[in-house]
């Protein structure tokens, strides 16, 4: 999902969700705090975001950013996992930045939803993510002793003006970055820029480490919701990342929705990314720069949405699976219940989804990842799942 607001910046990059306007009025139903201003977002079509600006003084770049979501079932991530994660990145053509969702990386059982927060798996996460981004191209990916990549709660940390070396040519410095850690990561291709754990919710954003000397990278922060039982643990929510890269604002935002099949459980789903909206913040601390930074998500310049948003198709079971094997995707989402909520205006009201051109990706058999659960022949005891 993606949603672009128009600002004095200009960036070129792939979309995936177009979010068309801001509504004042929806701003204020989705959010407790309000940022500083609303601005008017064009209605952009092409495959790519391309904004003209008069002013010469305005630079444009592009960044090529990569983002995923992937729920692994409460898999570790070893053995098979890693091999499936280095196919996944299509380090062959390789993007500036990565952005990866992950879904129930620790089991959804009452002693992690209710426990205190475990940074075990998110911690061997980043290092396989970071192994995999770096050994392609022969750097050493070294784990760092004194100082690991432990905490399901990391952001990356710019350094300070006195230790900043910036270019006075041009419109804006050039930020050349001597981390603390430069000795560790010294042989590197990506820098781990931030990552989020709340239960099995889990987002991780990583760099190319040559732009971090390019542009200006600022006021990342981290946030989550719970959302789950009661409305308030963590078996379902979201965890987001916000930063700012040469004064445009980005927000990631990596959920995992209600499951569930029966009538009503969209609703329920609704309600969860109107809490996601309401609920999110990014408060300002003594570290932000001089420029405004937003306290909500639809505050950004940039907005990806994505996860594993759990909305069905509208379909009997065989008819489903009829059609997945006539790969007749735009038959499937004409009863595709997101999309229905959409045009319905129930959940992302002036959002656009991008082009779907692959198969339902829920719910895959335990014993073979090629066929869909509950199909036949059917593992004993395997639930009915129709494909969504």
């Known amino acids: 999902m993606y949603s672009e607001n128009q600002k004095s910046k200009t960036k070129t990059f792939h979309k995936w969700f177009t979010r068309k306007n801001k509504r004042e009025k929806a701003h204020d139903q989705l959010n407790e ?39 692994v079932a409460g898999r570790s991530p070893v053995g098979s996992l890693a091999v499936d994660l280095d ?44 192994k995999t981004l770096n050994d ?3 750097c050493p ?7 690991p990549i432990s905490s399901y709660h990391y952001h990356y940390d710019k350094i300070s003006d006195s230790e900043r070396r910036t270019s006075v040519s041009g419109h804006s410095g050039i930020q050349q970055l001597r ?62 990342v916000s930063m700012s890269i040469e004064g445009t604002s980005f927000c990631f935002i990596a959920a995992h929705l ?52 759990n909305y069905r198709l509208y379909l009997e079971d065989n008819l489903a699976r009829y059609l997945i094997k006539k790969q007749d995707w735009k038959a499937l989402q004409e009863f595709d219940q997101l999309r229905r909520e959409l045009e319905n205006g129930g959940v992302f009201q002036g959002w656009r989804e ?8 829920y719910k895959y058999s335990t014993s073979n990842c090629n066929r869909y659960s509950g199909g036949l022949p059917s593992r004993s005891g395997e639930k009915q799942r129709t494909p969504a």
């Open 136 to 138: 392609k191209y022969g």
């Open 179 to 240: 981390t603390e850690d430069e000795n560790l990561y010294g042989g590197s291709k990506y820098k781990l820029m931030a990552s989020k754990k709340m239960v099995g919710v889990f987002i991780s954003v990583w760099m190319k480490k040559e732009l971090l000397s390019k542009y200006y990278v600022s006021n990342v922060k981290v946030s989550s919701v719970a959302c789950g039982i009661m409305g308030y643990l963590g078996n379902k929510g979201s965890v987001s």
């Open 33 to 71: 705090i309000s940022d500083d201003s609303e601005d008017e977002v064009d209605i952009l079509d092409d495959v790519y975001v391309h904004s003209l600006e008069t002013d010469p003084c305005i630079s444009t770049n592009e960044l090529r950013i990569f983002v995923g979501t992937w729920n």
């Open 258 to 309: 209600a499951s569930g099949e029966k009538k009503g459980d969209e609703c329920r789903r609704n309600h969860q990314v109107t809490e996601i909206f309401r609920r999110t913040s990014f408060p300002r601390s003594s570290e932000d720069d001089c420029n405004p930074q937003p306290l909500t998500i639809l505050g950004h310049d940039r907005i990806f949405w994505f996860g594993d948003l």
């Open 354 to 361: 991008g082009n779907i051109e692959f198969a339902p990706t």
């Open 87 to 130: 196919e996944w990145l299509n380090l062959k053509d390789a993007a500036d930045m990565y952005v990866l969702g992950f879904q129930e990386i620790v089991p959804l059982k009452t002693r992690n939803v209710i426990g205190a927060e475990d940074p075990t798996e998110a911690t061997n996460w980043n290092l396989l993510i970071g």
């Open 141 to 147: 990916w070294l784990t760092p002793m004194t100082d």
